[in-house]
């Protein structure tokens, strides 16, 4: 299979996924260290995360996995440099050739740490301070089994606002977690929760002051190592086979990646060429006047 990336991300991913281990505890520590992006995650840190949480598996002295982001944020989501980088230069539209590739490997770098997690025997806790939003909101957030977050933190489908709703409307774990009427409002407007909102509508444990983020997620981490590991691993068991009843197939998510990429929208063209133009943040803030000035003329029509 194609390694996605490119090669500088390839040779970074290892300092920017780092593992620390502590048997005596039982909980390992997993850190996304790419703090100038707001630990926005390339495809090779995917895969990255991916190997560690599979290797945290085999380890009968592990019994809490905890996910934690250096600096101000968790994660901005995916790097979305890295992404536009993979198509060929001139290339408008993709083909479906294209789009089975593309649809491949981005199932393997995105599922790839989802599934890990999702099927993983430790219980895993997130701490979440800043930006969670876009992929490590669908695929970090919602899928470990404890969340704390900090009261200041953002949560939710930002991409949305240029890329559409599906996801963020569709996804089972969210439907199943914050429930579907919320889901949807969060999807179609692009909102981000706040932490209080977040464990308000269920996706959050804790929320707390963000100055005892830190040690709360570790009070946490060490209450829960410290019971017995074959009681974990039966109650894990048992949350797994329930969790099954609610999955997605891979053809089902393909699906619907084809379906994007296959069918850009015109704001969507835009926000891509303007990210080519002058990167993301620019595109961002331009993308955001654009909606505004949208936003206004509507209200002046219908005054």
């Given at each position: 299979m194609t390694v996605f990336g490119t090669p500088e991300s390839r040779a970074a991913a290892e300092q920017q996924v780092l593992l620390d281990v502590n048997p005596v505890t039982g909980i390992a520590t997993v850190t996304l260290n790419r703090p100038e992006k707001h630990n926005?995650?390339?495809?090779?840190?995917?895969?990255?995360?991916?190997?560690?949480?599979?290797?945290?598996?085999?380890?009968?002295?592990?019994?809490?996995?905890?996910?934690?982001?250096?600096?101000k944020s968790l994660s901005s989501g995916a790097e979305i440099n890295e992404d536009w980088g993979q198509r060929a230069p001139g290339k408008k539209r993709y083909t479906l050739t294209d789009a089975t590739r593309y649809g491949s490997d981005m199932t393997w770098g995105r599922q790839g740490f989802a599934q890990?997690?999702?099927?993983?025997?430790?219980?895993t806790i997130i701490q979440i301070q800043g930006y969670c939003v876009a992929l490590s909101y669908f695929t970090l957030a919602t899928k470990c089994d404890l969340v704390v977050v900090s009261e200041d933190a953002k949560l939710g489908a930002l991409e949305g606002r240029f890329l559409g709703p599906a996801g963020a409307v569709s996804s089972i774990h969210l439907n199943r977690i914050l429930g579907l009427r919320r889901a949807r409002r969060l999807g179609y407007t692009a909102d981000p929760m706040s932490g209080e909102q977040a464990l308000a509508g269920g996706l959050a444990t804790l929320c707390v002051p963000p100055d005892r983020l830190e040690a709360e997620t570790l009070r946490l981490a060490h209450e829960v190592a410290a019971q017995p590991a074959a009681s974990l691993r039966y109650i894990k068991l048992?949350?797994?086979?329930?969790?099954?009843?609610?999955?997605?197939?891979?053809?089902?998510?393909?699906?619907?990646?084809?379906?994007?990429?296959?069918?850009?929208?015109?704001?969507?063209?835009?926000?891509?060429?303007?990210?080519?133009?002058?990167?993301?943040?620019?595109?961002?803030?331009?993308?955001?006047s654009r909606r505004e000035e949208v936003a206004g003329a509507e209200r002046g029509a219908g005054a």
């Open positions: 926005a995650l390339t495809v090779p840190m995917r895969a990255r995360l991916a190997k560690l949480l599979w290797q945290l598996n085999e380890q009968p002295a592990i019994r809490v996995i905890l996910i934690r982001g250096e600096g890990a997690l999702t099927r993983s025997d430790k219980i048992r949350v797994r086979v329930g969790e099954a009843l609610l999955g997605a197939s891979v053809p089902t998510m393909t699906g619907l990646l084809f379906s994007h990429f296959l069918r850009p929208g015109e704001d969507e063209l835009s926000f891509w060429k303007k990210v080519r133009q002058g990167g993301v943040s620019s595109a961002l803030k331009e993308d955001k």
